[in-house]
């Protein structure tokens, strides 16, 4: 399907444009079909929010490590690894059971899809801006200091990729807890969850 939300009119897109986007559904359809007898009873609307609030969950870890890290690195670094590890182990069984339709092209989704990633996409997007705005904030402050440590800067910066990195695992969170549950149809007989 074309993205109908795309600023250009479809014959002013590139043709290599088209083929890198050609390609990313290709690639997309081929994760589908590999990963689709994955995770069986995971792919119900129960299944999906578990492993949405597992991320969401260590994310929060991740973000109050980085946020205690400007007062203790070595503390902070042990959940900040932890929560890193279950979120993003967490995140690729989401996007397994998912259809990874928070990651995928235009051409690989349905209208309904479509929308969702759009609206995803865009609440992570208006997310980011004050997110990095702290950040700044932070930084600027810092500068103001006649001396500033290692440790703040470190802190500073796993602050960003906590950050960056949160918004960046939302719209897959998101699509998940709006999925409805996939008809018995969509499943072969010999794939039903059981």
Not at 18 to 41: I, K, S
């Amino acid at each position: 399907m074309i993205d109908s939300n795309s600023v250009f009119p479809d014959d002013a897109v590139p043709q290599w444009a088209r083929r890198y986007t050609a390609g990313a559904a290709r690639r997309h359809d081929r994760f589908v079909h590999l990963t689709r007898n994955l995770l069986p009873g995971m792919r119900n609307r129960r299944g999906r929010r578990t492993l949405a609030a597992t991320v969401v969950i260590s994310l929060d870890v991740v973000l109050i490590a980085a946020v205690i890290s400007f007062w203790s690195i070595g503390w902070a670094s042990i959940p900040l690894a932890a929560g890193l590890v279950v979120s993003l182990t967490a995140l690729m069984m989401l996007r397994i059971v998912t259809g990874s339709v928070g990651g995928a092209p235009a051409d690989a989704l349905d209208e309904i899809q479509l929308a969702q990633r759009n609206a995803a996409r865009a609440i992570c997007y208006n997310l980011v801006i004050p997110m990095m705005l702290v950040v700044y904030a932070i930084l600027i402050g810092l500068s103001m200091r006649e001396t500033v440590s290692g440790d703040s800067l470190v802190a500073a910066a796993w602050l960003l990729i906590a950050l960056v990195y949160s918004a960046s695992c939302l719209p897959d969170v998101l699509i998940s807890w709006w999925m409805a549950d996939p008809e018995p149809d969509d499943f072969p007989l010999d794939d039903l969850p059981r």
